[in-house]
């Protein structure tokens, strides 16, 4: 499942935001990111673990993810979930956020990759609009 969102902000920064500072994501996006911790690690490093606060669907929700792999010259960051409420509805939860950056243009790129538990399992398409909401967050506060 692909969600894609053009950004006027700096590709670059987005990139470095969700690899190095996604902790700071809960002061750009306050109402969809309560905080982003690590669990284990460093940040922007392979195996880092980080754990989420957020609110999807008016409800308060968690997230434990694994920092699965980054590609610094693709500008790509995927996060696989490892614990929380989603495991509740997901065998398998992976997202990878992508920035193509050309000129002035630049496109970020949200992959959700999932095994549902049962066949009543929605797919995550709500999940998609609120990453989607979040990405455009981020440029607001970077276009201020």
């Given amino acids: ?9 700096d590709g670059d920064v987005f990139h470095q935001i969700w690899r190095h500072r996604p902790h700071h ?3 750009m996006s306050p109402g969809n990111v309560q905080s982003c911790d690590l669990h284990e690690g460093e940040w922007g490093t ?3 673990v980080i754990y989420w606060n957020y609110t999807h669907d008016g409800k308060k929700k968690v997230a434990k993810e694994i920092i699965e792999a ?6 790509s960051v995927t996060f696989k979930v490892i614990e929380g ?4 509805l997901y ?4 997202f990878t956020v992508h920035v193509d950056t050309k000129g002035e243009k630049n496109l970020v790129t949200w992959t959700v990759e999932y ?7 929605e797919d995550p398409t709500t999940l998609l609009d609120c990453v989607v909401t979040v990405t455009k ?3 607001a506060h970077h276009l201020k």
Avoid at 85 to 88: A, G, R, T
Avoid at 91 to 94: A, L, N, P, S, Y
């Fill in 85 to 88: 409420d989603l495991m509740e």
């Fill in 1 to 9: 499942m692909v969600r894609q969102v053009e950004i006027k902000s």
């Fill in 91 to 94: 065998k398998t939860i992976i």
């Fill in 46 to 48: 392979v195996g880092s």
């Fill in 70 to 75: 980054i590609d610094e010259e693709n500008k």
């Fill in 25 to 27: 994501i809960s002061n």
């Fill in 115 to 121: 095994e549902k538990l049962n066949e009543g399992v």
């Fill in 137 to 139: 967050d981020i440029e």
